[in-house]
C-alpha cells in the first residue's frame, strides 16, 4: 500500500509579483507548509533457488540387477544441493541524499503529492499506485522438479511375499509380480486382456492401479528420491562498480552457506555502471566573492523545480567459477544524474499531472 501526502491551501487574494512552489534541499524545522520526498536508489534483490535431493536406497537394491536387470543400483543414502536458477529483481529505497521539499506558496494552490510509505515521490496530482511497478526479472525461474511419490510396497504384497524370511525369496518374488504387472498392461494395451474395460475412463483407472503397483514394487529394488526446493534472497545496494563480491557460498552437500563460511566456493556479482548519463560539467574553483554568489544563485534556480532523476545503467553479473547464471543490465537511479521540471508548470498548468518510477526516480509522464 502506498500512502498519499495531500495538501491543498486556499487561493489568497493577489498580491504584487508571483509566488512559486520552491523544492529545496530539506532541512528539519524550515517549514512545516510542504511535503518532504526522496528520491529513490535502487537495490538488487538476487534470489537464488536451490534444489536438495535425497536419496534413500530400497530394501532390496543388491538384487536389482539379478532381477530387473538394472545396474548401478546404489546401497548408500546420499543428499545433495543443486542450484536450479537464480532472478534478479529490483527495489527502489529511498535515497537520503536525495531529499527534498515541495513548499506551498500562499498564493498558489498546492498540489496532490503522492509518496510511497517510504517517502518516495511517485507524482504530481495522480492517484497513488496501489503497488509498486513489477520487479524486473532478469532471468526465468526453473520449473520446479516433482518430488518422487513414496509408496508402502507392503500394500500390493502377496501372501507369500509376506510370509517368506529370506530377502532373496522375497526379491525374487516381487520381480515375478513386477513382469505380471507389466504383462497385464501390455494386454490392455494391445486390447487383447480377456476382460477389456467398457470404456475409456475405466481403462485409465485400471492402468494408473496397474501403473502404481508396478512403482511401488520397484523402489523396493531402485529405493526413492526426495526432492526439497528453497530459495534465498540477497539485496546489494550499488554505489558504485563491484568486481568479485562475494553474496554467499555454495556446497553440494550443504547447499547455499555465508559468505564467511569456506566449506563452500563463493557466489560472485559484478556490477558495471556503463554511464551512459553524461555527468554534469564541473565548474572550476573561483576564489572571486562575486563568482561565489553567483555560483550559489544558480545551485539555488536548479532546486527551483521537480527533481527527479535521470537514471544510469549497469550490467549485472552472477556467477561462480563454474557458471554464469546471471548477466544482464538493469537501471539504477544512483548511477544517473539529477535534474529539474520547472515549478512554474505547477502554478500556470495547476491540473498537470506527473510521474516518476518508484524504481529509479526517473520521470515517466507528464500530462498537461
Do not use: W
Not at 509498486?132 to 518422487?148: C, K, L, W
Not at 558495471?272 to 560539467?281: D, S, T, Y
Amino acid at each position: 500500500m502506498k500512502s498519499t501526502f495531500t495538501a491543498a491551501l486556499l487561493l489568497l487574494c493577489s498580491i504584487a509579483g508571483m509566488a512559486q512552489s520552491a523544492i529545496t534541499s530539506y532541512a528539519p524545522g524550515v517549514s512545516t507548509e510542504g511535503a518532504a520526498y526522496f528520491l529513490p536508489k535502487t537495490a538488487i534483490n538476487i534470489s537464488i533457488t536451490t534444489e536438495k535431493t535425497t536419496y534413500i536406497p530400497g530394501e532390496l537394491c543388491q538384487y536389482g540387477e539379478r532381477y530387473l536387470r538394472i545396474k548401478n543400483i546404489s546401497d548408500r543414502e546420499d543428499s545433495y544441493y543443486t542450484i536450479k536458477s537464480v532472478t534478479l529483481s529490483t527495489e527502489g529505497l529511498p535515497d537520503e541524499s536525495k531529499l527534498y521539499y515541495i513548499l506551498f506558496a500562499n498564493n498558489t494552490l498546492a498540489p496532490l503529492v503522492s509518496l510511497t510509505d517510504d517517502g518516495i515521490l511517485q507524482g504530481i496530482n495522480i492517484a497513488p499506485a496501489v503497488e509498486q511497478p513489477a520487479a524486473v526479472a532478469a532471468a526465468p525461474a526453473a520449473p520446479a522438479t516433482p518430488a518422487e511419490k513414496v509408496y508402502e510396497p507392503r500394500m500390493y504384497m502377496t501372501e507369500e511375499m509376506l510370509m517368506t524370511s529370506s530377502k532373496a525369496k522375497l526379491a525374487e518374488l516381487v520381480a515375478k509380480e513386477i513382469y505380471n504387472i507389466r504383462e497385464s498392461k501390455n494386454l490392455i494395451i494391445r486390447g487383447q486382456n480377456e476382460h477389456m474395460p467398457k470404456d475409456a475412463e475405466s481403462l485409465r483407472i485400471i492402468l494408473a492401479g496397474l501403473e502404481e503397483q508396478e512403482v511401488a514394487l520397484s523402489q523396493l529394488f531402485v529405493g526413492t528420491t526426495a526432492v526439497e526446493t528453497s530459495t534465498q534472497t540477497y539485496q546489494v545496494i550499488p554505489e558504485g562498480d563491484a568486481d568479485r563480491l562475494v553474496l554467499g557460498r555454495f556446497s553440494r552437500k550443504m547447499g547455499l552457506l555465508h559468505c564467511d563460511d569456506l566449506a563452500g566456493a563463493p557466489i560472485y556479482i559484478d556490477i558495471k555502471n556503463k554511464q551512459v548519463v553524461p555527468a554534469p560539467a564541473v565548474e572550476p574553483i573561483v576564489e572571486s566573492a562575486s563568482a561565489k554568489k553567483s555560483k550559489k544563485a544558480q545551485e539555488a534556480s536548479k532546486q527551483d523545480g521537480l527533481v527527479y532523476n535521470i537514471p544510469g545503467k549497469a550490467v549485472v553479473k552472477v556467477y561462480t567459477n563454474a557458471n554464469t547464471y546471471v548477466n544482464e543490465t538493469l537501471t539504477f537511479g544512483q548511477f544517473g544524474n539529477t535534474e529539474t521540471l520547472s515549478s512554474t508548470l505547477l502554478i500556470k498548468k495547476k491540473d498537470i499531472k506527473i510521474t516518476l518510477d518508484p524504481l529509479t526516480g526517473a520521470l515517466l509522464q507528464v500530462v498537461e
